[in-house]
Nanobody
Framework: QLQLVESGGGLVQAGGSLRLSCAAS????????MGWYRQAPGKQRELVAT???????NNADSVKGRFTISSDNAKNTVYLQMNSLKPEDTGVYYC?????????WGRGTQVTVSS
């Protein structure tokens, strides 16, 4: 069973940076889109950023100019560089990979931004 493992979360002060990584446990074929989502306490999971197999990216308005998504398709890994972090960025961050046949989710990594 394929697993996605996120890493890089933690506690950071407002204005700081973190880099999240999401690696697949085995090679994945026919990836269409990879992305990051987050869920704050008491709120629904929301889209943060996505990247297609062709390299096109899409960011939520709330993170534009601060977060950058990238991927290494050869390593089946997706990254999220988060700069100028704000307390409202706090939450559990999940990666998601969509292939032509399946959707995979990671278990999440906690990001906490203190004011």
């Amino acid at each position: 069973q394929l697993q996605l493992v996120e890493s890089g979360g933690g506690l950071v002060q407002a204005g700081g940076s973190l880099r999240l990584s999401c690696a697949a446990s085995r090679n994945i074929f026919s990836i269409n889109v990879m992305g990051w989502y987050r869920q704050a306490p008491g709120k629904q999971r929301e889209l943060v950023a996505t990247i297609t197999s062709g390299g096109s990216t899409n960011n939520a308005d709330s993170v534009k100019g601060r977060f950058t998504i990238s991927s290494d398709n050869a390593k089946n890994t997706v990254y999220l560089q988060m700069n100028s972090l704000k307390p409202e960025d706090t939450g559990v961050y999940y990666c998601k990979i969509v292939t032509s046949r399946s959707i995979f989710w990671g278990r999440g990594t906690q990001v906490t931004v203190s004011s």
